[in-house]
């Protein structure tokens, strides 16, 4: 049979592929050395064939495990480092050491149709662009030759971003009822916007109150920015410290936190309402205070305009209420009736009427 060869006591296989010839020892049985060459030749056919063996044998695990050793550090989103921990457990309890390139794409679809179910659209979008990070990093990496399933699984269209923000009076009954060891952390998040992993990691090396400035030195965007302090929240602040440069502002677990804020938003009745909608209360506020995009985009730290057009038109009703106030502002005038009017074009009605019977 073309393409075997007896070297020895083991029988070898020849074959050609993507433009390379290959060469494989196989058995000392020639039946085996058949069955394996007629295997590479209809993998080649049916293109699932990748020239790799070992690479075609790895499994989804130790692609995470590459992943996680090459990205991890850089996944400065606790969310993101919990996810990758939870694709990896539910993820190896159901495939095992099954080969990553032969986990069925149905299968990771129920998976994700799981995740949907559970908790929202979103979310599960999240879990797959995490486990097609791992299968596109083992394929760029060469470690992996085979296809990815995850990308044949079809994802939920996630609903529109909601803009939830607190009135005035929301805002001073949340405040005014909250735990006061929380009060300096929220009223943080109400006057400048930050996140709440930036206030959390927030030392006093990065506050600077004779200044009146933050600096926030790693960003979800990756980069530094600088946000003014307001006089209301330099006093709060103030009242809290300094203290050591090394010394977290708020040195809070984020369990306790949420305890105390969901405890804050039950006794004021706020309803619909999550610890990231303070950073849209900031947002919101300031644009219809201001109208100034260019500005919030800088202060909060978006790294497209477009994430911050999201406010446009809460800057749009503070223009028109602008210029409402200056309407009121300038007395009423009338233009004296004078027989030049209508000569120079002043009067509408000429324009329409002119040169006809």
Not at 64 to 74: I, M, Q, R, S
């Amino acid at each position: 049979m073309k393409g075997l060869t007896l070297r020895g006591r083991i029988w070898w296989i020849t074959y050609n592929a993507n433009g390379r010839r290959y060469r494989e020892s196989v058995s000392p049985n020639r039946a085996e050395a058949v069955k394996a060459l007629r295997e590479r030749r209809r993998d080649i056919l049916t293109g699932k064939f990748y020239g790799n063996r070992k690479a075609q044998e790895i499994t989804f695990r130790a692609l995470a495990d590459k992943y996680w050793e090459l990205h991890g550090p850089d996944l400065r989103s606790t969310a993101w480092r919990y996810m990758m921990i939870k694709v990896v457990t539910e993820l190896g309890e159901k495939f095992g050491d099954i080969p990553a390139g032969n986990i069925p794409a149905v299968d990771l679809q129920i998976y994700y149709n799981e995740i949907r179910a559970r908790s929202s659209i979103s979310t599960a979008n999240r879990y797959l662009t995490l486990i097609k990070a791992v299968y596109n990093n083992g394929l760029h990496k060469e470690i992996y030759h085979g296809p990815n399933p995850a990308a044949k699984v079809s994802k939920g269209k996630e609903p529109p971003n909601r803009t939830r923000y607190l009135t005035h009076g929301e805002i001073r009954v949340l405040l005014g009822s909250c735990d006061a060891r929380i009060f300096p952390l929220l009223a943080c998040a109400i006057y400048t916007g930050m996140r709440r992993g930036e206030m959390l990691a927030l030392t006093w090396a990065n506050i600077d109150l004779a200044g009146g400035l933050i600096y926030i030195l790693q960003s979800k965007s990756g980069k530094p920015r600088e946000i003014p302090i307001a006089p209301n929240l330099r006093d709060i602040l103030a009242g809290i410290g300094p203290q050591g440069p090394a010394a977290k502002v708020f040195d809070m677990p984020i369990i306790t936190l949420r305890r105390l804020f969901d405890k804050a938003l039950r006794a004021t009745g706020i309803m619909g309402f999550h610890f990231h909608d303070l950073r849209h209360t900031f947002a919101s506020h300031f644009i219809m205070k201001t109208g100034n995009l260019p500005a919030l985009q800088k202060i909060l730290g978006h790294a497209s305009p477009i994430m911050t057009q999201r406010y446009a038109h809460l800057s749009h009703s503070y223009l028109k209420a602008e210029m409402l106030a200056f309407n009121d502002s300038i007395p009423p005038a009338e233009a004296p009736e004078t027989s030049d009017r209508k000569q120079i074009g002043h009067n509408l009605g000429t324009i329409a009427t002119a040169g006809l019977p």
